[in-house]
């Protein structure tokens, strides 16, 4: 179990790929977080979803073989990821509960 500050030291992480996204060339996942069935991944690249103003990062929803394109944005006062899909869904994950897969 992450401590708080270690919660918030992954936010802050995020927030700053966030910052670093345009600079990126390369797209690669940066963080997922799993439950039954399903893996959301966070990647270091622009959101591909031009109605979404406000979460600047791309994420993606997998489930049954299927994968919805999804933005999501870092909340630090919640110690939270907040994520828009493309089919209507909104997920608010604790940082608990995602697994970085780079070092930034």
């Known amino acids: 179990m992450k401590t708080a500050s270690q919660a918030m030291l992954f936010v802050i992480a995020i927030?700053?790929?966030?910052v670093l996204a345009g600079t990126v060339a390369n797209a690669a996942p940066?963080?997922?977080?799993?439950a039954p069935g399903v893996t959301?991944?966070?990647?270091?690249?622009?959101c591909k979803l031009p109605a979404?103003?406000?979460l600047p990062l791309r994420a993606t929803w997998t489930q049954a073989g299927k994968t919805i394109e999804g933005c999501f944005?870092?909340?630090?006062e919640a110690n939270a990821i907040g994520i828009y899909f493309e089919d209507g869904t909104v997920a608010v994950i604790p940082a608990q509960a995602i697994k970085p897969l780079v070092t930034l």
Do not use: H, Q, S
């Open 40 to 46: 959301v991944t966070l990647f270091d690249e622009k």
């Open 15 to 18: 927030l700053l790929a966030m």
């Open 52 to 54: 979404v103003k406000n």
């Open 30 to 34: 940066i963080a997922v977080a799993n």
């Open 73 to 76: 944005g870092g909340f630090t």
